[in-house]
């Protein structure tokens, strides 16, 4: 028995061994299938676009990370005006041409109406519940109430508001020969700006006097401030974000419980976000609360308008109070760096670019004595050379190189089939430097722009559109131009500007939710007699 019974026991243990490892192997075969199916899914539907081959899990992130939304340049003269991309696992299909930009934006824009929500923004109310990233009725319902804001009626009676925060930076902030970095300058213009007009509160960053009289409002507002900024910040694009952000684009499975638990862990970045957050939310319901309960029906801000809104029958459901304070913050988000990256992009061109300044300075001199304020008629008429000017700065540096939208139906763009759910994603930043519409593209050439040029009288009508297009266009696009022309007629009446020796050339860009210059723009003002 014993010698007939050792065979068996090794034929038994071979057996065993022969049985686990075909499990093993089986339930590793399913992993892979499922991690692949996984990968694959989102894929499937857009497979047909043609793209740069992809890199598993990663995508195309590192191309983004190592040369910025250039990228997009280079790939549509490789792969044609339609192309995907991959964000991690999430596709992208780029739409790079202006005809094809008009057909997403405006001819089918029933079926790709919503925005695909960036993963650096979700999970977090106050980006969440904005005009930005809320869907379908309730963002045409919300969209409807708050345009009359928006109107130039509206918009003309901000001017004197808007005029003095410059007024007051300029007076205050700039010192004839001093270096300055005109990107923080106008950063804090336009944070004080915002804050007046959408929240009739004094932010008091261009104000010296208001700063140094020290009382405990001034730490509450520069920790307010700081909040703002560290959570925009926070909101990286590429690879350098949070560990739950780049799970989100990596695995997004798997972000909610990676959030949840890195939240929940001291020192890491989601935590201080959640932090900041939570402190930023509850900062912004105060000062709601506290307007709400103190309501002045005279006042002209954003805050005001919403919570007037409010009171009608529709407004009630609409207008929340977390909604409210999601649209006030938004104001923050979407109308500050964008409009300071701007004002420093135009300062910077001029600064390289002198017989450009010296005729917008001739134009700024015609218009009358530096103590004369144009009216909004006034920006329309008499400054034919400065619309030309900002235009093709925001051509040069177009601050918001993409634009996120979703399908919600199958739809046919650029002879592609698009599922549901596919990310459509405009890419503005290589439509402005398409040479078909603008030759020389990388050349700073304001004239491009006069109206009665042949280069503007053939090109595509949809070639320049930094605010984006259709009925979901940048509704804060009449305010941004009205107090970018503002800051550089009076910045000019009153100063010309020579870059500074420690300036890098080009300057450094990064792009987070919009694009930045890394370092600022270093200046020096050279007051004018
Ligand atoms: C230079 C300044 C600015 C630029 C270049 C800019 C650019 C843009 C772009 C490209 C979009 C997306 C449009 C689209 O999908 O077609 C957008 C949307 C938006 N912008 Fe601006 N923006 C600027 C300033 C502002 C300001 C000052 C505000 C607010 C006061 C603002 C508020 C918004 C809002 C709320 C949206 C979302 C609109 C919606 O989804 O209905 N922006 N902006």
């Known amino acids: 028995m014993l010698v007939t019974g050792i065979p068996s026991y090794w034929a038994e243990l071979g057996i065993w061994w022969l049985r686990s490892g075909i499990l093993c192997a089986l339930v590793c075969l399913i992993l892979v299938i499922s991690f692949v199916v996984y990968f694959y899914v989102p894929c499937w539907g857009v497979r047909r676009i043609p793209g740069p081959p992809t890199d598993l899990i990663v995508g195309h992130l590192p191309m983004l990370a190592k040369s910025g939304p250039d990228i997009f340049r280079a790939l549509a003269k490789e792969y044609g005006p339609v192309f995907r991309f991959h964000m991690g696992r ?75 925060v410059i007024e007051s930076a300029t007076s205050n902030l700039l010192v004839d020969g001093e270096e300055i970095n005109i990107s923080h300058f106008s950063l804090k213009i336009a944070i004080d700006i915002i804050g007046k007009t ?103 801000d954003f805050l005001s308008a919403l919570l007037i809104a409010r009171n009608s029958e529709l407004g009630k459901d609409l207008f929340t109070y977390d909604y409210i304070s999601a649209l006030a ?59 030309q000017v900002v235009k093709e700065a925001m051509r040069v540096y177009t601050v918001s190189p993409l634009v996120a939208r979703e399908t919600s139906t199958q739809v046919q763009i650029g002879g592609y089939s698009l599922p549901k759910g596919t ?57 941004a131009l009205l107090e970018i022309k503002l800051a550089i007629i009076h910045l000019y009446g009153h100063y010309g500007f020579r870059l500074s020796p420690k300036m890098e050339s080009p300057p450094e860009l990064e792009y987070g939710l919009v694009l930045n210059f890394k370092h600022g723009i270093k200046v020096q003002p050279i007051k004018r007699s």
């Not at 409002?217 to 990286?236: C, P």
């Not at 001199?365 to 050379?385: E, L, M, N, V, W």
């Not at 405009?426 to 304001?446: M, T, W």
Request: proline share 7%; net charge positive.
């Open 198 to 300: 959408a929240f009739g509160v004094a932010f008091g960053l261009t104000d010296h006097h208001q700063r140094s009289s020290s009382d405990s409002n001034d730490d509450e507002i520069s920790g307010f401030l700081k909040q703002h900024m560290y959570s925009t910040e926070s909101l990286k694009m590429d690879l350098s974000g949070s560990l739950s952000t780049i799970m989100g684009l990596l695995l997004p499975i798997l972000q909610k419980p990676c959030r949840y638990i890195l939240q929940r862990i001291p020192g890491t970045t989601d935590r201080k976000m959640l932090l900041m957050n939570r402190i930023l939310s509850d900062r912004i319901d105060q000062i709601v609360e506290k307007r709400a309960s103190d309501m002045n029906c005279e006042a002209k």
């Open 423 to 479: 990310w459509v994603w405009l890419a503005l930043g290589v439509l402005a430097k398409d040479s078909g519409d603008f030759p020389d593209p990388d050349v700073f050439k304001p004239e491009r722009f006069d109206p009665n040029s042949v280069e503007a009288r053939k090109r595509h009508p949809y070639a320049h559109i930094p605010f984006g297009l259709g009925p979901r266009t940048c509704i804060g696009q009449r305010f």
């Open 90 to 164: 999430q596709p992208l299909v780029i739409v790079a041409e202006a005809e094809l930009c008009r057909e997403v934006g405006m001819k089918k824009f029933k079926d790709i109406k919503n925005r695909s929500k960036p993963f650096p923004a979700s999970g977090s109310s106050l980006h969440e519940k904005g005009l930005f990233l809320t869907k379908d009725l309730r963002w045409s319902s919300m969209r409807n109430a708050i345009i009359p804001f928006y109107q130039p009626s509206h918009l003309a009676n901000l001017i004197p508001t808007v005029q003095s």
């Open 329 to 387: 913050y938004e104001h923050l988000v979407a109308g500050t760096a964008t409009t300071a990256f701007t004002v420093s992009s135009i300062v910077y061109l001029l600064c390289k670019h002198p017989n450009v300044e010296r005729k917008l300075i001739e134009e700024i001199d015609r218009f009358g004595p530096k103590t004369h304020s144009p009216s909004a008629d006034d920006i329309h008429s008499r400054f034919p050379y400065l619309d």
